[in-house]
Each structure stands twice: as structure tokens, then as C-alpha cells.
């Protein structure tokens, strides 16, 4: 692992184990005890993926990591903040046709390019299939909450595609134009993930509710789908302002477990 990325991933593992020991005061005061277990759960697997690719790097430097066992917290980390969303939705509303479609077609379209790339297989797959249930349930309960206008589904749908398709270019055809396309497609990854965290941020000072802790998951979705999908120095970007993300979803979360808490 180059230096520069070693140093982010201190940090991240820094910011983590702070989420971890503040959710504690969400279990003694929150209101919504079963929602903070899944956060912490969520954020403790996260920051064990962190920690065994810390020590791996030490360890084995350089070395194809067997197996890649910080997926394993990493899937962990989806499915349990799949789960958490869930308290957000109608369990007798049906699968919205635009959930079903978008999730399936953007995870199946990544979960190949990440086999192309790196020709490993189950890993690929099993975090294909978790990312998949993330992202459905998240645009499941976002379609419920009436976040997805018809402008909004657009520009995603474009963007999704313009993203899978100028990787696909770079993929397969490797010259200049294609090269620009390549890092037009990180541009619209992180501007989307920028996004999500201003938006985030703007409707927890608004004090809405549910709102901002379902854009930090979507900052979370893009950063992560981001980090899948970039090499060198993109990639290093991404995931730096990624360790951000586990502190927003703190106090994204906190105003869900306490209402009544003045920050």
C-alpha cells in the first residue's frame, strides 16, 4: 500500500474507533436502541476491515491478500446499515420498478468490471450481491420518502450510465480520448459524492428527519462504488474524504436516536 494511502487509512481507523466510543452514549440515552446497535455494529465492522487491512499491509507488504477478509466487514457493514434503513420503510409498500431496475443493472454493471479488473470471483460477487442490497433498500425507502422526483431518477440514471460506459471505453480501448472519459467518470462519481455530503449536512441543520442520515448512506454508496471502481491518485482522493463519512453518519444518526438533543 503506497504511504500517502497507509496515512489515510490511520486516520479512518482514528475517526472509526471515535464514532464507536460517542455511539455509546446513544445506547444509554437514545430512544431508538435497536437503530443504534445496528449504527455500532455497522461502524465496528467497518473499522475491523480497516484494522486487518492495516495489518495485513504490515505484515505481508505487497503481498495478493487471501481471500481479501476486510471485504467480509465491509459486506458486513452494508447488510447491517441495509437493515437500519429498513426502519424507514413500508412493509406492505411493493418494490418500486426504478429501485429494482437502477440497483440491479448499476451493481451487476460494477460487480463485472470488478471481475475484469481483478479476475476474482466470489469476492466480487458476494460484494456485489450486499452492495445490491443497499442500494435497494436505500432507493426503496428514498422512493417512499418522496426524494426521487422524476428530475432527480434522471440525472441518476444518466449519470450511472455515463459512469459504466466510459469505463467500459477505458477498459477496452486504451488511448487518449478514452483516457479523458475515464477521469470525466471519476469527476461525475465525485461530484455526486460532494453532493450528498453538502446535502446532508444542509438538511441536518434544518433539522429534518430521516433525510440526512439516508444522504450520508448515499455519500457512503458513492464513495465506496468510487473506491471499487479508481486507481492511484483518484483513488487516494476518494477514500480520504471517505473517512469523513463515518463521522456524518454519527451525527446524521444521533438526531434519529435523540430528538431531543440540541446538536
Not at 475517526?15 to 443504534?36: C, E, P
Request: hydrophobic share 60%; glycine share 4%; with cysteine.
Amino acid at each position: 500500500m503506497p504511504l500517502l494511502d497507509s496515512i489515510i487509512l490511520v486516520i479512518q481507523i482514528a475517526l472509526l474507533t471515535l464514532v464507536v466510543v460517542a455511539s455509546g452514549r446513544l445506547l444509554k440515552r437514545g430512544n431508538d436502541i435497536f437503530l443504534a446497535i445496528l449504527f455500532i455494529f455497522s461502524i465496528v465492522s467497518w473499522l475491523l476491515s480497516d484494522l486487518y487491512w492495516l495489518a495485513f499491509d504490515v505484515l505481508r507488504s505487497g503481498e495478493h491478500m487471501p481471500l481479501a477478509a476486510n471485504e467480509i466487514g465491509e459486506c458486513a457493514m452494508f447488510l447491517l446499515l441495509s437493515t437500519a434503513i429498513s426502519k424507514y420503510k413500508n412493509k406492505e409498500e411493493r418494490i418500486s420498478v426504478f429501485a429494482a431496475c437502477f440497483a440491479s443493472v448499476f451493481t451487476l454493471a460494477n460487480t463485472a468490471l470488478w471481475i475484469i479488473w481483478s479476475g476474482e470471483w466470489l469476492q466480487d460477487i458476494v460484494s456485489g450481491i450486499c452492495l445490491f442490497v443497499l442500494l435497494l433498500t436505500f432507493l426503496q425507502v428514498c422512493e417512499e420518502k418522496k426524494m426521487l422526483n422524476v428530475n432527480v431518477k434522471s440525472v441518476m440514471s444518466l449519470a450511472a450510465f455515463l459512469v459504466i460506459l466510459f469505463q467500459v471505453l477505458t477498459t477496452y480501448l486504451q488511448n487518449t480520448f478514452t483516457r479523458i472519459l475515464e477521469y470525466i467518470s471519476y469527476l461525475i462519481m465525485f461530484a455526486a459524492f460532494c453532493l450528498f455530503i453538502v446535502l446532508a449536512i444542509v438538511y441536518m441543520r434544518r433539522k429534518e428527519k430521516a433525510k440526512p442520515f439516508l444522504l450520508s448512506i448515499a455519500a457512503l454508496l458513492c464513495g465506496v462504488f468510487g473506491i471499487y471502481m479508481s486507481p492511484g491518485i483518484v483513488y487516494s482522493v476518494i477514500f480520504a474524504v471517505t473517512s469523513a463519512i463515518g463521522p456524518l453518519m454519527f451525527f446524521t444518526i444521533r438526531r434519529e436516536v435523540l430528538p431531543d438533543d440540541i446538536c
